[in-house]
């Protein structure tokens, strides 16, 4: 088994409790999406249900990818995630003469310039079992490519269990 693929599928790490305290990390895969910005949040909470043992504490989450991103933003009305999406492209449009990392097709070093300028992460506290989010807040996967995949993301969860 390559190397790489080994590690996909032993690296989350068991819930670590001392006394109170409790440190949980796990790796999995979102699902492929086309280019856009995709709500996640119930997805991610799918994948970390010992998030539900905390008290109080912080979920840390992470994408393992140069071309995708992880924001928070408003998660009641669909037009958000189209105006973010038709702006980025107004930034860093398809196919610019001005890229020179050209290899991977004409969408792929626009989506690393989006994925900088979106971030790679997202840090949410949690409160009595729960993500603390604002009323209209979701956590979004930014897919800035046509074709990404599916997409690697760690959780890390940290704080004082019930």
Request: a negative charge; proline letters at 4%; hydrophobic letters at 40%.
């Amino acid at each position: 088994m390559a190397d790489w693929l080994w590690w996909f599928h032993n690296y989350n790490r068991e819930t670590v409790y001392s006394d109170n305290e409790m440190w949980l990390q796990k790796r999995f895969a979102l699902k492929p999406r086309p280019r856009g910005f995709h709500l996640v949040t119930e997805e991610l909470l799918g994948f970390v249900p010992e998030l539900g043992q905390l008290r109080i504490g912080i979920a840390h989450f992470f994408v393992q990818h140069t071309s995708a991103s992880l924001v928070l933003n408003e998660n009641a009305d669909p037009s958000v995630r189209r105006d973010l999406e038709n702006h980025l492209r107004s930034l860093a449009p398809d196919g610019s003469a001005q890229y020179t990392h050209t290899l991977e097709g004409a969408d792929d070093m626009p989506a690393h310039i989006k994925s900088c300028l979106m971030g790679s992460s997202v840090t949410v506290p949690i409160g009595d079992g729960r993500l603390l989010l604002g009323t209209w807040q979701g956590i979004y996967l930014g897919e800035h490519r046509d074709h990404g995949g599916s997409r690697l993301v760690i959780a890390t969860l940290n704080g004082e269990a019930f």
